[in-house]
């Protein structure tokens, strides 16, 4: 309830399911993959129902970057909003997947921010 009431995306944003567009690995009996966007604001929610960890590739295909008129992003701030724990070396992207490790029974609710090139200065 909390994450909802501090999330826009969580309880006003457009939803896109994304386990129609997983491959081999994922499996749709026992993982589930969404995003949520509201504004700025862009959540993966991701979780495991088997009872083993499971290595993950998220795909998030052209149909959701339009869908929630979302743009490729080489690297990304990824926090769990569960834990606080931070993921790091996410890319955004249609053409490489979004890669997690999710240990039996959990889940996470990744808030995607991207993080902004420092300019050189001369």
Same mark, same amino acid.
Do not use: C
């Given at each position: 309830?909390?994450? !909802?009431? *501090?999330?826009?995306?969580? =309880? ?8 129609? =567009? ?7 009996? +026992?993982?589930? =993959?969404?995003?949520?966007?509201? *504004? *700025? ?5 991701? /979780?495991?129902?088997?009872?083993? &960890?499971? *290595?993950?590739?998220?795909? /998030? ?16 701030? !990824? &926090?769990?909003? $569960? #834990?606080? +724990? @931070?993921? #790091?070396?996410? /890319?955004? !992207? &249609?053409?490489?997947? $979004?890669?997690? !490790?999710?240990? =039996?029974?959990?889940?996470? /609710?990744?808030?995607? @921010? ?6 050189? #200065?001369?």
């Amino acid at each position: 309830l909390t994450i !909802s009431r *501090d999330n826009k995306a969580i =309880a006003e944003g457009l939803m896109y399911d994304l386990t129609y =567009a997983q491959n081999e690995g994922f499996n749709t009996r +026992k993982q589930f =993959a969404f995003m949520r966007k509201k *504004d *700025d604001e862009l959540l993966l929610i991701v /979780v495991n129902f088997d009872d083993r &960890t499971v *290595d993950l590739n998220i795909n /998030v295909p052209e149909d959701a970057f339009n869908y929630l008129r979302l743009r490729e992003h080489k690297r990304l701030k !990824s &926090t769990d909003l $569960l #834990t606080d +724990k @931070e993921y #790091t070396g996410m /890319v955004l !992207s &249609t053409q490489e997947p $979004l890669r997690l !490790s999710l240990p =039996a029974w959990k889940g996470v /609710v990744l808030r995607l @921010e991207p993080i902004k090139r420092k300019k050189k #200065t001369e």
